[in-house]
């Protein structure tokens, strides 16, 4: 996923490494100046205003236009310029003004996906076919572009563009906007004013490094966009592996691409380049926004312009688009997720019921399974080695991610080495020491998880857990002549192979606001088979597989477009309600075995890996009752959260009144219930609208937390053709004053055809009574 950081540090360090000075010798940086919701809807009267404004600062019509980077004017009002601090400040003073910020630079955050979700492309009744495949629905990608003449994008078979779509397609650098444009990719756009003026220096364009058009060299956002809404594609390996016919979640649906990141230090992206994407997006007619695009820690309130995708999605969900991001790559530690504002659809990342053994036959003729993606010849029977160190610490030497080595010792040889680093980092960076040493295959024993980092060439890096790698090297030990054999990897698929949260996935709870549950949903993020630039790294012929949350949020995007194909007048909240309400938690396709959390150690998944659970489209389509919500929800957050009045104001473009009485945050209509701090007992209101058959009967069952007292009321709710919607209230109660941990349960209902399933999270806190008492 991409990674925020903070715009001054990252570019101190930049400037430093490429042109040899630091940024405080700039004159001016990037700021952003929001003005909330438009004062008028033409928007070259928009962008008058915001020219007239700038002009009054900084004595001139000419210079205002020089210093101008955007004009925001369709979603929302504000602009982009490179300002001073003194002429921020002076801004910052002017009525109309609701902050002045600087701008922030983001980062970077898939064959048998679907089949695994229940969607192959034959079954007449899954929600792929009872959707049209997504036919008519427009998705909007942000990231680094998309390499247009991947088969992944042909428009074969398409009808002709949605009338309502009011975007274009830019033609620049190597993109050809008649040639490379079609009825499957019907928008494409670039943004780099914000992410260039803070650098004072043009991109380099050379070499085919980067284009300015939207065209991809990354290869990321032409692999999110084909798995998100790519045209079916058969006869697809990755070397050979996971070999089948690929295809996005809604293959039908039509593509629009804003281009907002860059190929500089792996993906970088900047907040104002971001929030005029954003803007375009709203005005050109999209239906879903997928952005593998995030912050970092410590996150950034959602009123803060500086995170860009909190407050451009406001702007976008309050007109009807789902918008769709990543959970990031900071997992497993807890509070690591990111995108947490409630209007947002934040995604977790699983693995899927696929692997890749990999045998290592030892000379003593015992066979253990790794894992790798090592497409080679087969190594035959060589020397095995592991390093060792003189002194009082001989395994220092087969740390792998500082490995010292031997070339006389090593040369034709298998280096076994051990790393705590979760990170391709270890494994890239141990094998290019043991191939500089001329070895020919490396075995790496690291905590187990299922993200597999193949090495260039075909060079052998296979991935074993601790205990097997404890095992090998037992066996060097043991004989004067140790030997192994390395043969290439297979692909398995089905039953042997469950399920479970990917490691790397970012976890709960919500570090800004602790009530509100994220990550929402689940979906495969673990070796995603798709398109990417042949320019990328590890290209085989146009595909790649990758890893990351930035995966998995692409296929909930594309789910979201077949959901909206079957029902269109649904809002951003009923899709999430659907999505997270009807998840899996235990997987059925093996007698509904439960969903496993990577970590240290592997544990039992919680709504904090994985949401409402990993995404079940099918049920989706069909889920019986709906948590709705709509801006004066999310207005009600914003007062429980305690934000100023008047930039609520400005964010929702009408006068907000917070009430005298403190909203509670737990009463937002969100699927789920999240008490973070249970203090003897609470009672928390939801409801729940019917969208399945007009006369129904739900009764309640509870899945208690831990020494938590639930009840709900009433437990019985009856609709029929004049009650579509129905409010009821939870009342939870501990039974025990001492402070624990999260425990967790549910809350469903059932008419019998449909289980409508909501996560509970609570945790009792003792301590902060009595200093409440004191």
């Known amino acids: 996923m991409i990674k925020a950081t903070p715009v001054y540090a990252l570019l101190v360090n930049f400037l430093l490494l490429f042109y040899g ?37 900084v004595g001139s019509k000419e210079l205002a236009s020089e210093l101008m980077v955007y004009s925001y004017r369709h979603g929302f009002s504000g602009f982009a310029a490179k300002l001073t601090e003194a002429q921020a400040k002076n801004l910052a003073e002017l009525p109309g003004v609701v902050r002045v910020i600087p701008n922030t630079l983001h980062k970077l955050q898939t064959t048998r996906s679907w089949d695994f979700l229940g969607l192959p492309a034959r079954s007449p009744a899954n929600a792929l076919q009872k959707s049209s495949m997504g036919d008519g629905v427009i998705v909007g990608v942000l990231d680094t572009g998309i390499w247009p003449e991947s088969k992944a994008f042909g428009d074969e078979g398409l009808g002709p563009i949605p009338s309502r779509w009011k975007g274009v397609c830019k033609s620049g650098g190597s993109f050809n906007a008649k040639d490379n444009c079609n009825k499957k990719v019907i928008g494409a756009y670039w943004y780099v004013d914000g992410f260039e003026a803070e650098y004072g220096e043009k991109l380099n364009t050379s070499g085919g490094l980067e284009f300015l058009s939207a065209r991809d060299a990354n290869g ?77 820690i410590p996150l950034f309130s959602e009123i803060d312009e500086r995170d ?56 003593n003729n015992i066979t253990f399974l790794g894992e790798a993606t090592f497409a080679g010849k087969e190594i035959g029977f060589t020397g095995l080695v592991y390093p060792q160190a003189p002194g009082l610490d001989p395994n220092a030497a087969g740390v792998c991610e500082s490995l010292s080595l031997n070339d006389t010792l090593v040369n034709g040889k298998v280096v076994l080495c051990f790393t705590s680093m979760a990170r391709r980092a270890a494994v890239t960076t141990a094998a290019q020491a043991v191939r500089a040493a001329g070895g020919v295959g490396l075995i790496v024993a690291k905590n187990p998880n299922d993200a597999l980092y193949p090495c260039r060439g075909d060079f052998p890096c296979i991935e074993v857990d601790y205990e097997i790698g404890t095992r090998i090297l037992f066996y060097i030990r043991s004989t004067t002549s140790p030997a192994v054999k390395l043969s290439p990897s297979k692909t398995i698929v089905g039953k042997p192979v469950l ?13 800004l606001a602790p009530a509100i549950l994220k990550p929402d949903i689940t979906a495969p993020g673990v070796n995603i088979l798709a398109a990417t630039s042949p320019l990328g790294s590890f290209n085989d012929g146009g595909y790649v597989m990758h890893s990351g949350t930035s995966m998995s949020t692409p296929h909930i995007a594309g789910i979201v477009a077949l959901i909206k194909a079957s029902h269109p007048d649904w809002s951003p909240a009923a899709i999430k309600s659907v999505l997270v309400t009807t998840a899996w938690q235990n997987y059925p396709a093996v007698r509904g075995h439960p969903i496993f959390a990577e970590g240290s150690p592997i544990k039992l998944a919680d709504p904090f890996d994985y949401g ?114 129905i409010g009821f209230s939870v009342r939870f109660r501990a039974n025990d004053m ?37």
């Open 738 to 774: 001492v402070n624990t941990g999260f425990y967790f349960g549910s809350l469903s209902w059932s008419d019998g055809l449909h289980i409508v399933k909501i996560p509970l999270s609570v945790r009792t806190e003792l301590l902060q009574l009595f200093i409440n008492q004191s």
């Open 308 to 363: 860009g995708i909190a407050t451009g999605s406001f702007h976008a969900v309050a007109r009807g688009i789902t918008v769709v991001c990543g959970a990031s790559n900071g997992g497993p530690s807890a509070q690591t997720v990111q995108n947490t504002a409630p209007w947002i659809l934040t995604v977790a990342a699983s693995t899927m019921d696929r692997a890749f053994p990999t045998p290592i036959t030892l000379g």
């Open 499 to 511: 399920p479970k949260v990917a490691y790397f996935s970012s976890r709960g709870p919500n570090s």
């Open 220 to 296: 990321h956002g032409t692999h999110t966009a084909s798995t998100a809404a790519g045209a079916v594609v058969a006869n697809v390996s990755y070397k050979g592996l996971g070999h089948g016919t690929i295809r996005g979640g809604a293959p039908l649906a039509r593509l629009a691409i804003y281009k907002v990141c860059w190929n500089v230090l792996g993906g970088q992206c900047s907040s104002a380049d971001i929030l005029k994407a954003f803007d375009q997006a709203i005005h050109d007619g999209v239906d879903v926004l997928s952005i593998s695009i995030g912050a970092s």
């Open 21 to 57: 000075q630091s940024s405080s010798e700039a004159a001016s940086n990037v700021h952003i100046v929001y003005l909330g919701e438009r004062q008028h809807h033409d928007p070259e009267l928009i962008t008058d205003s915001h020219h007239e404004m700038l002009a009054n600062i």
């Open 612 to 725: 409402g659970g990993i995404v079940n489209p099918n049920g989706a389509i069909n889920p019986g009752l709906i948590y709705d919500m709509g801006t004066s929800d999310y207005v009600q957050y914003l007062c429980a959260m305690g934000y100023n009045g008047n930039s609520i104001s400005t964010l929702a473009g009408n006068s907000t009144v917070c009430p005298s009485k403190e909203a509670s945050i737990l009463d937002l209509n969100l699927p789920s219930i999240t008490i973070p701090h249970l203090r003897n007992s609470v009672t928390v209101s939801r409801r729940v609208k019917n969208v399945g058959n007009s006369t129904s009967i739900y009764r309640a069952t509870i899945v208690a937390p831990f020494g938590i007292d639930v009840s709900v009321n009433p437990n019985v709710l009856t609709f029929n053709g004049e009650t579509k919607e």
